[in-house]
């Protein structure tokens, strides 16, 4: 695990089928480069399983407004918060299978990240990705400072969440089932200040289905070299540029 922190599980967003070889590469990446125990979680073989937690946690009339790949994507991620309270851990990674990690050192940047969360009120997240292309302003920095304040998430594709926020999701969809993408559920909760969002920054990863190195079952970006070369230049411009103007 990763050392002299409180995070004490690694999950990622899975399929069951179609994703084989991607399962296999970030193996490699979690067991062989970052040596790191990470657990895949999928929707299960059963489909009147998977039905009973869909009646469970949804909205009756899901199905006639959110694709199939997008309720299931958003099932797993609230099967992850189900373990992450029953297993009791204090913070855990949740990550989407395309992620792709953003330079080198990871280890040493999440823990850099984790040790400031420590110092957070319970009941948060915090964004680990760019995939809006939305950052805190440069005049907001502070040196040595990791964690910034935000009004809205990033997507799901990366971030930490402690004990506390996974709880009081699962304690919400008791009283509001969910009616819609899990992003999207994640901003609602924001807004009704019942989740609290940090914004990691720099950005420890990227989505693949975003900068076109990767598919994804619910997004309708194509990858490939065009896709690679605008989310490029896009970035750069929104990085680099844009936050100039925003204070």
């Given at each position: 695990m990763i050392t002299s922190t409180n995070i004490t599980g690694i999950y990622i967003v899975h399929g069951i089928k179609g994703y084989e070889d991607r399962e296999?590469?970030?193996?490699?990446?979690?067991?062989?480069?970052?040596?790191?125990?990470?657990?895949?979680?999928?929707?299960?073989h059963n489909d009147f399983?998977?039905?009973?937690?869909?009646n469970q946690y949804f909205d009756e009339?899901?199905?006639?407004?959110?694709?199939?790949g997008a309720i299931y994507c958003t099932l797993v991620h609230i099967l992850i918060y189900e373990k992450i309270v029953a297993e009791k851990h204090a913070m855990a990674l949740v990550f989407e299978n395309d992620v792709c990690f953003i330079g080198?050192?990871?280890?040493?940047?999440?823990?850099k990240v984790a040790k400031e969360a420590t110092t957070l009120a319970p009941g948060f997240m915090i964004s680990l990705e760019n995939a809006t292309l939305e950052f805190p302003s440069?005049?907001?920095?502070?040196?040595?400072?990791y964690l910034y304040?935000?009004?809205?998430?990033?997507?799901?594709?990366?971030?930490l969440i402690d004990y506390a926020a996974a709880q009081i999701m699962l304690n919400h969809l008791k009283q509001k089932k969910c009616t819609t993408v899990i992003d999207w559920w994640h901003n609602e909760m924001i807004e009704q200040k019942v989740l609290k969002m940090y914004w990691a920054h720099p950005p420890l990863t990227?989505?693949?289905?975003?900068?076109?190195?990767?598919?994804?079952?619910?997004?309708?970006?194509?990858?490939?070299?065009?896709?690679?070369?605008?989310?490029?230049?896009q970035k750069f411009y929104k990085m680099y540029i844009l936050r100039l103007f925003k204070f």
């Open positions: 296999v590469q970030l193996k490699n990446i979690f067991t062989n480069q970052l040596h790191l125990p990470v657990e895949f979680v999928t929707e299960y399983e998977n039905k009973k937690l869909i009339g899901v199905a006639s407004y959110l694709s199939k080198d050192n990871f280890i040493e940047k999440i823990q440069i005049y907001q920095l502070k040196k040595n400072k304040p935000a009004s809205k998430g990033r997507c799901a594709g990366a971030y990227e989505q693949g289905s975003f900068n076109g190195t990767l598919s994804s079952s619910i997004s309708i970006r194509s990858n490939g070299n065009i896709r690679r070369i605008k989310w490029l230049c």
